[in-house]
C-alpha cells in the first residue's frame, strides 16, 4: 500500500477568519439598519426632533421655534413649561374650555389646557371669546409669573393675576392676534 504522509501545515494565517468575522458583522448590522428604516415606514408615521437648545429661548436673542408648518402639542409645551418660556406660540387653531375673566381664557388640546391672557389694547373689533370657541391663534408668546407686573395694556383683575400667577406657563397674546375660525374651517 502507499505510503502518505500528512502533516499538519503550521503556516495557515487567521487573517482570513478576522477578516471575515468582520465582514459578517458589518452586513448584519447594515441589514438591522434597513429593518429600522423599514420599520418607521410601515408605521406610516414621521417624527420630528429637536434638539434641547432649539427649544431654550436666549435673553440676547428672539425665541426659537419648531417649523411653522408642523403643528406643536400643547401637551409639549405642559410638559415641559420652562422651555418654553419666552417662545412664541406655534400659529394653530385652538379650542377654549373656559372664560373664567374678563382677559383670560383656557384653550385646550386632547388633554392639556393652557391658560390664555389678552393684550387688553384698543381694538376695532374686540373678539368676543366664548366657551367651546375655535380660535386661531397667529402670535403670542410664552411667559411665566414673573412676566406678570410688565403685561401691557390696562391693568388686569387680581382674579386674572392670581390665575396666571398659579400657572408655570401662560400665553400672552395681542387681540389683533386672534380669529375665531368658522365651523367651516375658516
Known amino acids: 500500500m502507499a505510503d502518505i504522509d500528512l502533516e499538519r501545515n503550521e503556516s495557515s494565517s487567521v487573517w482570513p477568519w478576522i477578516l471575515g468575522l468582520a465582514v459578517v458583522a458589518f452586513l448584519a448590522w447594515g441589514i438591522a439598519e434597513a429593518f429600522d428604516a423599514d420599520d418607521a415606514a410601515v408605521a406610516g408615521t414621521s ?3 429637536y434638539e434641547t437648545d432649539d427649544f431654550a429661548a436666549s435673553p440676547d436673542s428672539e425665541p426659537l421655534n419648531p417649523s411653522p408648518t408642523s403643528s406643536v402639542a400643547l401637551v409639549s409645551i405642559m410638559n415641559s413649561p420652562d422651555l418654553w418660556v419666552g417662545r412664541t406660540l406655534p400659529a394653530d387653531v385652538y379650542s377654549v374650555a373656559d372664560v ?3 382677559r383670560g381664557f383656557w384653550i385646550t388640546e386632547d388633554d ?3 391658560m390664555a391672557l389678552i393684550i387688553d389694547q384698543p381694538s376695532e373689533e ?3 371669546i ?3 370657541a375655535m380660535l386661531r391663534i397667529t402670535g403670542g408668546t410664552l411667559r411665566d409669573p414673573s412676566y406678570l407686573p410688565e ?4 391693568p388686569a383683575t387680581e382674579e386674572t393675576l392670581t390665575m396666571a400667577r398659579d400657572q408655570e406657563v401662560f400665553l400672552v397674546v395681542d ?3 386672534v380669529s375665531i375660525v368658522d365651523h367651516a374651517g375658516g
Open 47 to 49: 417624527v420630528e426632533t
Open 100 to 102: 373664567p375673566t374678563d
Open 112 to 114: 392639556a389646557r393652557l
Open 126 to 128: 374686540p373678539v368676543d
Open 130 to 132: 366664548n366657551e367651546g
Open 151 to 154: 403685561l401691557p395694556g390696562s
Open 175 to 177: 387681540e389683533r392676534n
